[in-house]
Each structure stands twice: as structure tokens, then as C-alpha cells.
């Protein structure tokens, strides 16, 4: 199984970006998936999470970008992906996608894909 994170790129402040994570492989099933990010100089921090529940998706957010980012995911793809709105110069860092993933033959793994950067100035 591998994730591919796309999506990454500058733009001004205020402005919009989609970020795309895409797991790749025969037979697996999305469970959850997440977008982390890291600024120079910071430690990696949860942006958003969505979880497979019995009762359907579990969404939660980082305070500093709930009500601006959105993620969701595609089943029928295996692709998650955040969109992000009214971006800040704050918002610059390198995004990281992880995944739980499910193969008959490995059971549920976490996966991590490459980072992208992400980069606000005006």
C-alpha cells in the first residue's frame, strides 16, 4: 500500500488550496485518515481527522482551522482530501496525510505519505 499526497503550492492569503491523499493497492479499505502539518522550526500537529465509525464519519478539526479546512474522503477512490479556505500566512508548512488502512493480508496498518508544501504570502 502507498499514499500519495498531492496538492501543494503558494498562495495569497485568503485564497483556497485542495490537498489530495490517495492510497494505492489491491483490496484495501480506508479506514481513517488525517492530515498533520509542520512549520520550520514547530512540531507536527493534527489539522483534521475522519474516522470510520459503525454509526458513519467521525470529523474533528484543530481549533486554529476549524471553519476554514474541510476534509472528507472518497471510498470508491481511496482519497482523502482537505480542502483549505481563507488561508493565512500561519498556515505555511509542509502537510503530512496518514492513513489506516485495512488489507486482508495485513490486517489495519497505518501509512504515511510524503509531505507537500503549503506556502501563504502575499
Known amino acids: 500500500v502507498q499514499l500519495q499526497a498531492s496538492g501543494g503550492g503558494s498562495v495569497q492569503p485568503g485564497g483556497s488550496l485542495r490537498l489530495s491523499c490517495a492510497a494505492s493497492?489491491?483490496?484495501?479499505?480506508?479506514?481513517?485518515g488525517a492530515w498533520y502539518r509542520q512549520a520550520p522550526g514547530e512540531q507536527r500537529e493534527l489539522v483534521a481527522r475522519?474516522?470510520?465509525?459503525?454509526?458513519?464519519?467521525?470529523?474533528s478539526y484543530s481549533p486554529s482551522v476549524k471553519g476554514r479546512f474541510t476534509i472528507s474522503r472518497d471510498n470508491a477512490k481511496n482519497t482523502a482530501h482537505l480542502q483549505m479556505n481563507n488561508l493565512k500566512p500561519e498556515d505555511t508548512a509542509v502537510y503530512y496525510c496518514?492513513?489506516?488502512?485495512?488489507?486482508?493480508?495485513?490486517?489495519?496498518?497505518?501509512?504515511w505519505g510524503q509531505g507537500t508544501l503549503v506556502t501563504v504570502s502575499s
Open positions: 475522519i474516522l470510520r465509525t459503525a454509526s458513519g464519519d467521525r470529523i
Open positions: 493497492g489491491s483490496s484495501i479499505i480506508f479506514n481513517s
Open positions: 496518514t492513513a489506516n488502512i485495512y488489507t486482508p493480508a495485513g490486517g489495519s496498518v497505518d501509512y
